[in-house]
């Protein structure tokens, strides 16, 4: 099947068909929502991010010898901090780069949309904010954002998963907001979604927080995603792609001489229950 895709040069407000394609596909995509000076902005205000970090400052937290507490604090402690995550195929057996800093970088995060003003000013506008409500938030609320390289040659891939996972609320509210920084391709690592695969679904997994540095995924259904039936959103850069927390999604590795970067922020609704236990704690 083919997504229907809007075009959102001049959005101001999500439109009827626009609300009633989310509900029916679970996904939305929204091309043109940010312009190429947003996107260029965003990648230079990142590239200055990465100039300033130090690698061999947390060289022992990215070892692959690092003990998994050290390891798991970092993480967990992302959820209030700008921190740096390396692609696997960047990291040598000792743990020491194999590639220059700024193509080494799996992801930034998490909190890059309150801590920096670029991302902070893109991820709490009244442009985002009133499209989250459209799509059914009471209180949207930004909770988690990460800047995503899919490095060349090296960009992992992400298995399929739900965000609602990550991000459980009761009732489950989570959107992901998706932004093609760069132009994703099949090539180089696009999205890819299961349309429709929302309704009626429920998590699969829950990611749960244990104890003050442990994680651990629950097991909530052990029915497999129909991943036979899912399409690729290759999609220009500024386009946007906001997906249902309960919709399943995945994105393959970067094979390519071509770098795909994106950014995401997902939204929760401040009117639903946020449990203790999930990962991203910001207290
Ligand atoms: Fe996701």
């Known amino acids: 099947m083919t997504l229907p895709r809007f075009d959102a040069r001049d959005f101001a407000a999500a439109t009827p068909d626009m609300i009633a394609a989310f509900a029916r596909d679970g996904v939305l995509v929204l091309e043109n929502y940010a312009s190429a000076a947003e996107c260029n902005a965003m990648k230079a205000q990142m590239a200055e ?6 690698p061999d400052a947390h060289r022992t937290v990215f070892s692959a010898t690092a003990d998994e507490p050290s390891r798991d604090r970092y993480f967990l402690d992302s959820a209030t901090d700008i921190r740096f995550f390396f692609e696997a195929g960047a990291l040598d057996a000792q743990g020491n780069l194999t590639r220059p800093l700024n193509v080494a970088i799996n992801k930034v995060g998490h909190a890059l949309h309150t801590l920096d003003p ?38 992992g891939e992400v298995v399929c998963h739900q965000d609602a996972t990550y991000l459980w609320t009761e009732p489950q509210s989570v959107l992901g907001f998706w932004l093609a920084v760069e132009d994703a391709t099949e090539e180089n690592g696009c999205m890819w979604a299961i349309p429709g695969a929302h309704v009626g679904d429920a998590p699969k997994e829950r990611f749960r927080r244990t104890g003050d540095t442990g994680t651990y995924t629950e097991t909530l259904d052990a029915t497999p995603f129909e991943e036979e039936k899912k399409v690729p959103l290759a999609v220009p850069k500024g386009t946007l792609i906001v997906l249902h927390g309960l919709l399943p999604h995945l994105s393959g590795p970067n094979l390519s001489p071509r770098s795909r970067h994106a950014y995401t922020v997902h939204v929760v609704d401040g009117a639903a229950h946020y449990p203790a236990d999930n990962w991203l704690q910001r207290a």
């Open 49 to 54: 991010i990465t100039t300033g970090f130090d």
């Open 118 to 155: 670029v991302f902070s000013a893109f991820s709490n506008s009244e442009k985002m904010m009133g499209l989250a409500k459209a799509l059914g938030h009471a209180q949207p609320d930004p909770v988690q954002s990460m800047y995503i390289f899919k490095q060349p040659e090296i960009g």
